[in-house]
């Protein structure tokens, strides 16, 4: 039996590039599962993903977690982003907003 030794949060391009390093053929019925979730949703590459969320937690003012979830999901518009951050019940600035949106988009044109 595995033991956990630590939690982190990841993006779904850090689990992409984990479950890349195992054949398809050896992984079980929840790894394929995931693995075809992550390469259908995953936009980015593992290096744009975590630089973005250092970017929004040191920047933005966002916990990790709620970095990680922005970069899971790369709203694409403002209303996107107040819709996504409203479940979070703290309030986000228009201009932490704008501030996101404009950290997303650059990752995009790179």
């Known amino acids: 039996?595995?033991?956990?030794?630590?939690?982190?949060?990841?993006?779904?391009?850090?689990?992409?590039e984990i479950l890349e390093a195992k054949k398809v053929d050896e992984m079980d019925q929840i790894q394929r599962w995931t693995y075809?979730?992550?390469?259908?949703?995953s936009k980015i590459t593992r290096k744009q993903?975590?630089?973005?969320?250092?970017?929004?937690v040191s920047q933005c003012g966002l916990t990790e977690e709620e970095a990680v979830e922005i970069v899971n999901i790369l709203p694409s518009t403002l209303e996107e982003i107040r819709a996504f951050t409203f479940g979070w019940k703290k309030l986000i600035l228009t201009s932490t907003s704008e501030n996101i949106l404009q950290k997303i988009t650059a990752v995009h044109e790179t």
């Open 49 to 56: 993903a975590q630089k973005l969320v250092s970017e929004l």
């Open 1 to 16: 039996m595995t033991k956990i030794t630590k939690k982190e949060m990841i993006a779904l391009p850090d689990v992409k």
């Open 36 to 41: 075809d979730y992550v390469n259908k949703f």
